[in-house]
């Protein structure tokens, strides 16, 4: 399952979660939405993994990344393989 990191006051958490549900993701489902605000284990991953303390970040298998815009264009064109995952 993707799993995308956020913290509460981001507005580009919200810009990204809010494009997750218009696509049609279902939390718990089809993306885990994690907490990493400070002191969170969900922001030690974030670093662990993509090695800065910035969210929001997404993480898919061994695809990972920063940046609003990029991670909502994956989301876009990962929504097709999903589904047929799905099926
Ligand atoms: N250009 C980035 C900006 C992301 C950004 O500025 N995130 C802030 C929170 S809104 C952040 O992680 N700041 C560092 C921190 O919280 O430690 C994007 O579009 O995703």
Same mark, same amino acid.
């Given at each position: @399952?993707i799993q /995308?990191y956020v913290?509460?006051g981001?507005?580009f958490c919200h810009? +990204?979660?809010?494009?997750?549900?218009? /696509?049609?993701?279902?939390?718990g489902?089809d993306?885990a939405? #994690?907490?990493a605000?400070?002191g969170?284990r969900?922001?030690?991953? +974030?670093?662990? #993994?993509? =090695?800065?303390?910035? +969210?929001?970040? /997404?993480?898919?298998g061994?695809? %990972? @990344?920063?940046e %609003?815009?990029d991670?909502i264009e994956? /989301?876009? %064109?990962?929504?097709h393989? @999903? =589904?047929s995952?799905?099926?």
């Amino acid at each position: @399952m993707i799993q /995308l990191y956020v913290r509460n006051g981001c507005p580009f958490c919200h810009k +990204v979660i809010r494009a997750a549900e218009e /696509l049609g993701y279902q939390e718990g489902k089809d993306i885990a939405i #994690i907490d990493a605000a400070p002191g969170t284990r969900g922001r030690e991953e +974030v670093l662990e #993994i993509g =090695g800065k303390a910035m +969210v929001p970040f /997404l993480r898919d298998g061994d695809t %990972s @990344m920063y940046e %609003s815009n990029d991670i909502i264009e994956y /989301l876009r %064109s990962s929504f097709h393989t @999903m =589904g047929s995952e799905k099926a």
